[in-house]
């Protein structure tokens, strides 16, 4: 506890990382406060059908990404997700289109394109979704709109309301990367899952005591136990690292000696951190969108099976859009043939393997053997929650007993406390921790 409060002390020291805290918390809030703020013509006590269409089921992980702003009718019920689906088709883009390709090797401007282009994209997906939601609205809740205002009349500024809606939350979240700590879609997305955490908390603990088969206090230790378990396991993996030695050749620069010394390639085991998971969740909300504009009673039985998150035909697919697009985000953020052209740059060389081609072919060997397990593992985590249902959890607390929420949970908060701890480093302040270094999106320990 000392410990901590000293860190904590030396955090607000730290004039550049106590504004940027600040303002993370300032933009944090500002999105909280705007899930609670409700459509213009819309009797938020009229809701009560759609939030129970949102209790279970898929609707339940839509609202808990939107950190419940879906079931208030909010002006930011569309959530960030539409911008993470628009991130997706720019991605594949870039691998199967030279244009996009050529815009990547641009460099910053290139960037600037492509996140231009993601935008527009984004705008494009809401347009299609936010009359989508209302269409549901409408079904559900019906009588929640104003009298002497027409679906028809209210259609078209609703649809403008929400798209300018989901367009701000992306705005906080870049304002968060850029002026506060950590990224800040991964922190908003984060923020709307703990939103619903109390609840679910509170929901499963009164299940164990009142229903007949609830097993009382000793089941619901027994699942605290395991959810920690799985919690330290998904650490583990995403600090795991596995590290390639390199030997640099002595070489004179100027008239001093360099090199010589022996370092190390840190390679992690789950390098594409939480974006994997986040991607095929944004998949698999594609059939819900779709069947937004229909009864699901009239959809086909795939449809209706993708509908059920704790089905085998949706785990299923969800695990191989995990592990597909694990490979994919490893593959366009680490680059063997880059690696192995700057080692040759500065003399370095993998004792035992040719430098040029050899070394990039033997990195990323190294790369597909460590990312397997990995994505195994992570996707094995992902459907947990369809297993945990077997053991009558309920079905708000098991979204949070492994699923996407906990490796979201886990990622975006070891990523932010790195930042954080680099912050204290550079001022030659003690990390976070008493031993041992935090590992984040962007840091490895030697």
């Not at 968060?176 to 939103?195: E, H, P, R, V, Y």
């Not at 009164?206 to 229903?211: D, E």
């Not at 099976?305 to 490893?330: E, G, P, Q």
């Not at 007993?401 to 906990?406: E, P, Q």
Request: proline content about 4%; charged content about 10%.
């Amino acid at each position: 506890m000392k410990k901590l409060i000293e860190t904590l002390k030396n955090i607000w020291k730290i004039e550049d990382l106590r504004q940027r805290l600040l303002i993370t918390l300032l933009f944090v809030a500002i999105y909280r406060f705007g899930s609670f703020v409700v459509l213009p013509g819309i009797n938020p006590a009229m809701l009560s059908q759609l939030q129970s269409q949102t209790a279970g089921g898929l609707m339940s992980l839509l609202d808990m990404f939107s950190g419940g702003a879906f079931s208030n009718a909010s002006i930011f019920a569309l959530g960030i997700m539409p911008y993470i689906s628009a991130s997706i088709v720019m991605q594949l883009l870039a691998v199967a289109v030279p244009y996009v390709q050529k815009m990547q090797r641009e460099g910053e401007s290139g960037r600037k394109k492509i996140a231009m282009y993601t935008r527009w994209l984004t705008v494009a997906i809401l347009l299609f979704q936010a009359p989508g939601y209302l269409m549901n609205l409408k079904m559900q809740a019906g009588a929640a709109l104003a009298q002497g205002i027409s679906w028809s009349v209210f259609m078209v500024p609703a649809v403008i309301i929400l798209s300018a809606g989901s367009m701000f939350i992306l705005w906080l979240g870049e304002r968060i990367t850029d002026k506060g700590i950590g990224n800040g879609i991964s922190l908003i997305i984060m923020i709307g899952i703990i939103a619903r955490l109390p609840q679910a908390f509170i929901q499963e603990l009164t299940s164990r005591f009142t229903a007949i088969s609830g097993g009382g206090l000793v089941m619901f230790l027994v699942e605290i136990i395991i959810l920690y378990a799985v919690v330290c396991a998904s650490i583990v993996l995403v600090q795991g690292v596995r590290k390639v030695p390199v030997q640099y050749a002595k070489r004179i620069v100027g008239n001093q000696q360099v090199g010589g010394a022996r370092q190390y390639i840190p390679l992690k085991l789950f390098a594409a951190n939480v974006m994997p998971i986040i991607f095929a969740q944004a998949l698999m909300f594609i059939p819900l969108t779709l069947v937004q504009y229909s009864a699901p009673e009239n959809a086909s039985w795939f449809v209706r099976t993708m509908l059920d998150h704790h089905s085998w035909t949706y785990n299923v697919i969800f695990a191989l859009l995990i592990i597909a697009f694990t490979y994919f985000y490893t593959a366009i953020t680490l680059n063997p043939t880059q690696m192995a052209e700057d080692m040759k740059r500065n003399n370095g060389f993998i004792p035992g393997v040719k430098p040029g081609k050899e070394t990039a072919e033997y990195i990323d060997t190294v790369m597909s053997r460590i990312t397997l397990p990995g994505s195994l593992f992570i996707a094995f985590i992902a459907v947990m929650p369809a297993l945990a249902s077997l053991l009558n959890v309920q079905d708000a607390f098991s979204q949070f007993f492994g699923g996407t929420s906990l490796l979201i949970l886990v990622g975006v908060v070891l990523d932010t406390l790195a930042q954080i701890e680099s912050h204290l480093l550079m001022r030659h302040y003690d990390g976070l921790l008493s031993s041992g270094r935090i590992h984040g999106r962007g840091m490895a320990a030697y």
